[in-house]
């Protein structure tokens, strides 16, 4: 929340009232000075093997940071973020557009390892055992209530340390010190340290900058509603990779269709096959997938080619420069240019 400066007062408070009920008062400057111990932006730049690329002006610039590292870990990070590097771009499509980003690590020390686990979590798949750890960007699972829903919190230490470390980023993932199973999507992509994290930063990416939708049925209410025919009058039009449209012809993926494919699409198939399947967008009705089985639904499987297709669209249409929330619509920026600036004689911008 920015507050406004009051010329002349000698005192800056504020009270947080939420139905109705008012919280005491909350001195801004003891609150500034309790958090200045977090100390200056003390970040390291961690070049990674294989990804710089080119002049930032014409790449997407990934960072990847780390929390819940030690000072003494410094090394344990440089090798994750190496190999989380490593499984995104041997992964297609990204491995097709992999000269198109450049990738580096930025190194802020925790004087904790590992993240918060929160023994009061009401949802108790996955156990936790009430840990609270002092980490630079404050990491806590069970966000929301949802166990797995592992989230860096502390967004304003992580843009900050980004932006000193590597001040051209578009795209941030974090890799959290812990191997308990955790990770989420939105403006930052963030994963665990479990071993199945290269396939959740795979999903997570997909969200957080490819904006694909979760193919998964299961119904979870409160989730947003969308439609692509204005359904019931919901304006918000559905993710690439979701539809509650079957009409085989205004399907918005209908090209990848094949005619002999049966629409609504029931059987089996392999991730290389385009269809109508049932359920996505957590509901097991009303929204269609166009995948059976892909890695927006499960981790380890493929892209599938309508989730595919939309890496290039984004990167020649551009808007991901500084990285917005999820739901900023993309294509308002200049994207990648395929013929490199400065290489044409003479220069069609000049």
């Not at 989730?307 to 920026?333: F, I, K, N, R």
Request: net charge negative; with cysteine.
């Amino acid at each position: 929340v920015n507050v406004p400066v009051i010329a002349g007062a000698d005192r800056l408070a504020v009270s947080l009232v939420s139905s109705g009920r008012s919280s005491s008062v909350i001195d801004l400057a003891e609150t500034a000075a309790a958090f200045s111990t977090r100390g200056p932006r003390d970040v390291t730049l961690i070049p990674l093997d294989g990804y710089d690329n080119g002049d930032p002006a014409n790449r997407l610039d990934i960072v990847i940071l780390g929390d819940g590292y030690t000072a003494a870990q410094q090394a344990v990070f440089e090798a994750d973020a190496q190999a989380l590097a490593d499984g995104l771009f041997g992964f297609a499509p990204f491995s097709t557009y992999a000269g198109y980003f450049n990738a580096v690590g930025v190194f802020s020390a925790s004087n904790e390892s590992g993240a918060d686990q929160p023994a009061s979590c009401p949802d108790t798949s996955i156990p936790m055992n009430g840990q609270f750890k002092d980490t630079r960007y404050d990491s806590t699972y069970c966000y929301s209530g949802i166990a797995r829903l592992l989230v860096a919190t502390d967004t304003t230490a992580i843009y900050d340390d980004a932006t000193a470390g590597y001040a051209d980023w578009d795209e941030i993932f974090v890799i959290v010190n812990d191997p308990l199973y955790g990770g989420s999507g939105g403006a930052v992509a963030v994963v665990s340290k479990t071993s199945f994290n290269v396939e959740m930063l795979q999903h997570e990416v997909g969200h957080s900058l490819i904006r694909l939708d979760d193919e998964y049925n299961t119904a979870t209410p409160g989730y947003p509603p969308c439609s692509d025919y204005g359904r019931s009058g919901i304006t918000t039009p559905c993710r690439p990779n979701v539809t509650d449209q079957t009409s085989r012809s205004l399907i918005k993926w209908s090209r990848w269709i094949s005619p002999s494919t049966p629409i609504p699409t029931t059987t089996a198939q392999g991730s290389e096959v385009v269809g109508l399947w049932l359920g996505a967008h957590y509901q097991p009705d009303t929204y269609y997938r166009p995948c059976y089985n892909c890695t927006m639904k499960s981790l380890g499987q493929p892209f599938g080619p309508v989730a595919s297709e939309q890496l290039p669209m984004v990167l020649y249409g551009g808007g991901w420069e500084g990285q917005g929330s999820y739901w900023d619509e993309l294509g308002s920026g200049s994207g990648i240019d395929i013929i490199e600036p400065g290489t044409t004689t003479p220069d069609p911008l000049a």
